[in-house]
T-cell receptor, first 117, second 109 residues
Framework: EAGVAQSPRYKIIEKRQSVAFWCNPI?????LYWYQQILGQGPKLLIQ????????DSQLPKDRFSAERLKGVDSTLKIQPAKLEDSAVYLC???????????????FGPGTRLTVL | GQNIDQPTEMTATEGAIVQINCTYQ??????LFWYQQHAGEAPTFLSY??LDGLEEKGRFSSFLSRSKGYSYLLLKELQMKDSASYLC??????????WGAGTKLIIKP
């Protein structure tokens, strides 16, 4: 079974530029998560989708970050414009999910390491 | 507020046993996860506990005490490849994971 795919793996941009990350979850997984992980810290949830609807985006800096999952499968996360403090690894995860709350295990992709100069 | 506490770093010797502790405070509780994260890689699932007690899975075991808000991950017969960060995450009443900062485990020969 294929795992969670993410691209690109690495990205270097200058501050105020834009960047987009792509994620393809495990086939059949209804729930998709985007996390930000700063070095030495645990993952911080940015946004959670169930199918193509947003479940939680309370920690997403909406003035610069946006995310979509139009067909309930792939997802993109965009930052526009980027700031120095956005340098981090952006992890995508998916779980079986479905309606209502679930204790399903989250499976992570390899992440995108973003460096903002 | 919601909080996870775990040691920042631990050192152990190859072949030995190490216990990584985690305490949690969450609004409601739907289980405790442990993940392993090698440097530069994504977290990988190790264990899930929702009932009190010890769950054993090969060289790794995980323990939960709900009344104490406490869990530990026990690693036996340590190997060099076990050098990694170990993340503790508690699931709250909204089924959201509250993550700790991770414990960096250094294995010495």
């Amino acid at each position: 079974e294929a795992g969670v795919a993410q691209s690109p793996r690495y990205k270097i941009i200058e501050k105020r530029q834009s960047v987009a990350f792509w994620c393809n979850p495990i086939s059949g997984h209804a729930t998709l998560y985007w996390y930000q992980q700063i070095l030495g810290q645990g993952p911080k949830l940015l946004i959670q989708f169930q199918n193509n609807g947003v479940v939680d985006d309370s920690q997403l800096p909406k003035d610069r970050f946006s995310a979509e999952r139009l067909k309930g499968v792939d997802s993109t996360l965009k930052i526009q414009p980027a700031k120095l403090e956005d340098s981090a690894v952006y992890l995508c995860a998916s779980s079986l999910g479905g309606e209502g709350g679930h204790t399903d295990t989250q499976y992570f992709g390899p992440g995108t390491r973003l460096t903002v100069l | 507020g919601q909080n996870i506490d775990q040691p920042t770093e631990m050192t152990a010797t190859e072949g030995a046993i190490v216990q990584i502790n985690c305490t949690y405070q969450t609004s409601g509780f739907n289980g405790l996860f442990w993940y392993q994260q090698h440097a530069g890689e994504a977290p990988t699932f190790l264990s899930y506990n929702v009932l009190d007690g010890l769950e054993e899975k090969g060289r790794f075991s995980s323990f939960l005490s709900r009344s104490k808000g406490y869990s530990y991950l026990l690693l036996k017969e340590l190997q060099m490849k076990d050098s990694a960060s170990y993340l503790c995450a508690a699931m709250d009443s909204n089924y959201q994971l509250i993550w700790g900062a991770g414990t960096k485990l250094i294995i010495k020969p």
